[in-house]
């Protein structure tokens, strides 16, 4: 794609840079069900429930508390932590080395829909996996759906975080991997690449200079 007229790039964080398998999640949720359930949760929808705990409206204690009431699940807060976090899998090195990389040319940005218990999970897999401080210390700012009680695809999301830091819609790329996040962006009139396997952002900016 044509880089030559970016200067921003706003980065999902899920199915971007950490691979994600949302089934896996789903999988380990529902083996906690006294009984066989169907967990409404998956990359394009998902029930109220983890509406609210995205934009923070549920704490993690409520979150569980909820989980527990509409699934009929009995298990102790770490075994319900644990199946959600599932589909948390991994972070390559090569992924952080290009941000790493990147940040010399590029002001960097993050957005992600996450919620309290993930961004725990995905800090803890950073400072095992990597010498970097944090994952947020890879950009200029990071913005998390139950931080900032917005999330994607809400416009306001996006118009929020170029009216902050003063940008340029035709300069900056959004990297998303869910189409309806992207449409959005779209929208709103902001350069996206919607990222699906096997493409990778190594792959993507593998032709960039600094």
Same mark, same amino acid.
Request: net charge negative.
């Given at each position: ?78 075994? #319900? ?14 992924? #952080? ?19 309290? =218990? ?13 010498? =970097? ?23 306001? #999301? ?53």
């Amino acid at each position: 794609m044509d880089l030559t007229q970016i200067k921003n790039i706003i980065f999902d964080l899920g199915g971007v840079i950490i691979n994600l398998n949302y089934n896996k999640s789903i999988e380990e949720l529902q083996k906690l069900c006294k009984e066989n359930c169907s967990i409404a949760y998956n990359q394009k929808e998902q029930s109220q429930l983890f509406d609210m705990f995205e934009t923070g409206a549920s704490s993690p204690e409520a979150f569980r508390s909820e989980l527990r009431a509409a699934y009929g699940i009995t298990a102790s807060d770490e075994e #319900i932590d644990a199946a959600w976090n599932a589909m948390l899998l991994d972070i390559p090195q090569e992924r #952080i080395d290009l941000l790493l990389k990147l940040g010399k040319k590029y002001r960097l940005f993050l957005l992600s829909n996450t919620n309290a =218990i993930h961004m725990k999970r995905f800090n803890e897999i950073v400072a095992r996996s990597f010498t =970097i401080p944090s994952l947020d210390s890879l950009f200029e700012q990071s913005y998390y759906s139950h931080l900032i009680g917005k999330r994607k695809p809400d416009a306001a #999301i996006f118009e929020q975080i170029l009216a902050m830091n003063g940008l340029e819609k035709e300069e900056t790329l959004f990297i998303d991997d869910s189409i309806q996040h992207i449409e959005s962006a779209d929208k709103v009139g902001l350069n996206t690449l919607h990222l699906q396997p096997p493409l990778t952002i190594n792959e993507v900016f593998k032709n960039v200079t600094i």
